[in-house]
């Protein structure tokens, strides 16, 4: 089951980071087709946050086609996304990667900016 981090001092809306972690572990493979998302109020207590932004985060997931509600048994995943399993050999290449750059005293931050500027190098003009 996926659990929601959010970070209020990011500048991106709360809802939107819980499509986008929920993304992320579609991504990974870490939530597959027929698995149950959080009911909002395990990620309400959790998390702190308001219920109406874990429904209006979970309504956008299914509006994109990515889960669907079942009245009175929770939301669930209908499809994954791309084919980036949390256990490939790229996954293991990039964490000895970040960990030579955090040894180089690259922080998060500066990890961000190089990570996105080779993606942004490789991946011209993709819509992702």
Same mark, same amino acid.
Request: charged share 35%.
């Given at each position: 089951m996926v659990?929601?981090?959010?970070d209020r001092r990011s500048g991106v809306a709360t809802y939107v980071q819980i499509v986008q972690q929920t993304k992320q572990a579609l991504r990974l493979g870490l939530l597959e087709p027929g698995d149950k998302l959080p009911t909002?109020?395990?990620?309400?207590?959790?998390?702190?946050?308001?219920p109406n932004t874990v429904l209006k985060?979970?309504?956008? &997931?299914?509006?994109?086609? &990515?889960?669907?509600?079942r009245r009175g048994l929770g939301t669930f995943v209908r499809r994954g996304l791309?084919?980036?399993?949390? %256990?490939s050999p790229l996954r293991a290449e990039l964490e000895a990667w970040a960990a030579r750059a955090?040894?180089?005293g690259l922080d998060r931050d500066d990890v961000d900016a190089l990570f996105t500027a080779v &993606? %942004?190098?490789?991946?011209k003009g993709d819509e992702s």
């Open positions: 659990e929601y981090r959010i909002a109020r395990e990620v309400v207590e959790a998390t702190a946050i308001n985060a979970y309504r956008e &997931l299914e509006r994109e086609g &990515l889960v669907e509600a791309g084919a980036a399993p949390a %256990d955090r040894a180089a &993606l %942004d190098t490789h991946f």
